[in-house]
């Protein structure tokens, strides 16, 4: 009777508890599922989000005061990708182009000194000669036109900054937009004439005195344009614990 008794303790079944091969059963189907359910379809939405952003439209930070007084520091300015061409998503490469950059407008692109994308105005195309005359500019041997600047603009610029600035409105075509210079700081107000070649732009900061732009680091070829900036989305004030600035939120650039 005890060789009975052994040999059914022996052959009793386990407890489904003590197999851990059926742990791992239970649990094959739960995370394929989650895989299936939840985290494949978020994947695709991050990988798609992203792509069109690379190719489509984006918006971009302007962390540094260039492109004062049209432009702040704290904006985030709307990019339009597909103002002038069709790229590769996350390259430079252009499956297709329609347009051209065009004189006075704003846009974005690598920097070719350093690959950092960049907020500055066009103002020189292939072809046209640039000069910088103590900051007064010339385009293909002649003056461009210059007038006081609206009140409104200058007021946007913190009180106790617009007395060490001087502000004019520039005209490049029909239309102004707002330029200012810093009297006090070392800058290079004279340069060129320069000579555009094919496929170049010459962009400068609004801000003529405190930017970096062609000046330092010639034109830009124009396969590293991203896209065209035409309006402010969000604006927060940096020097109040990024407080939102609403009245330029979704505001025209000028």
Known sequence: ?????????????????????MKTTRWKPAAHRFWREWLKPGLVIVLVTTALRSALADWNDVPTGSMKPSILEGDRVWVNKLAYDLKVPFTTWHLAEW?????????????????????????GLPGDTVELRDNRLFLNGRAVDYDSLDTVI??????????????????????????????????RRSFGPTAIPAGHYFMLGD???NSLDSRY????????????????????????????RWARCFTAIP
Request: proline share 10%; net charge positive; aromatic share 6%.
């Open 154 to 187: 200058v007021n946007a610029i913190p009180a106790v900054q617009q007395s060490r600035h001087a502000f004019a409105s520039e005209r490049l075509t029909e239309r102004r937009h707002p330029v200012m210079a810093t009297p006090a700081l070392p800058a």
């Open 99 to 123: 347009s051209d950059p065009q004189r006075g407008e704003v846009v974005v692109f690598f920097s070719p000194a350093n690959g950092q994308r960049l907020v500055k105005r066009v103002i």
């Open 207 to 209: 801000n003529r005195d």
């Open 1 to 21: 009777m005890s060789g009975g008794r052994i040999r059914r303790t022996l052959n009793a079944p386990r407890s489904q508890g003590s197999n851990p091969g």
């Open 217 to 244: 680091f010639g034109p830009v070829p124009r396969e590293q344009i991203v896209g065209r900036s035409t309006a402010v989305v969000l604006s927060f004030d940096r020097e109040r614990w990024f407080a939102p």
